[in-house]
Nanobody, 124 residues
Framework: VQLVESGGGLVQAGGSLRLSCAAS????????MGWYRQAPGKQRELVAT????????NYSDSVKGRFTISRDNAKNMMYLQMNSLKPEDTAVYYC??????????????????WGQGTQVTVSS
């Protein structure tokens, strides 16, 4: 599975951005996808996730109500609509895909894939 993010940039506080993640390869085995971010000097943190089947979503408290994750399975795309951006949202945003494969001799195995990241900078 290969992931490529796009849509980052510089925006003023209160503005909006839409990130996109294009998935290719064995996408039919992806069970969930998500967005993570890493600010300078901080650990990578979860932003939002979405499952492949039901499309159930999960958000971190810091973005709930401002960000919306979505995906277009037919196009193998995932999106993150970010509204009411704050300077503390400044970070490199990474696309993640979780893939589960069943092996007859050892059962389920999980693999995680990451994109190269896209910079989001929110000025005050």
């Amino acid at each position: 599975v290969q992931l490529v993010e796009s849509g980052g940039g510089l925006v003023q506080a209160g503005g909006s951005l839409r990130l996109s993640c294009a998935a290719s390869g064995s996408t039919f085995t992806i069970s969930a996808m998500g967005w993570y971010r890493q600010a300078p000097g901080k650990q990578r943190e979860l932003v939002a996730t979405i499952t492949s089947g039901s499309g159930s979503t999960n958000y971190s408290d810091s973005v709930k109500g401002r960000f919306t994750i979505s995906r277009d399975n037919a196009k193998n795309m995932m999106y993150l609509q970010m509204n009411s951006l704050k300077p503390e949202d400044t970070a490199v945003y990474y696309c993640n895909a979780e893939r589960k494969v069943y092996y007859s001799d050892s059962g389920w195995a999980q693999y995680d894939y990451w994109g190269q990241g896209t910079q989001v900078t929110v000025s005050s």
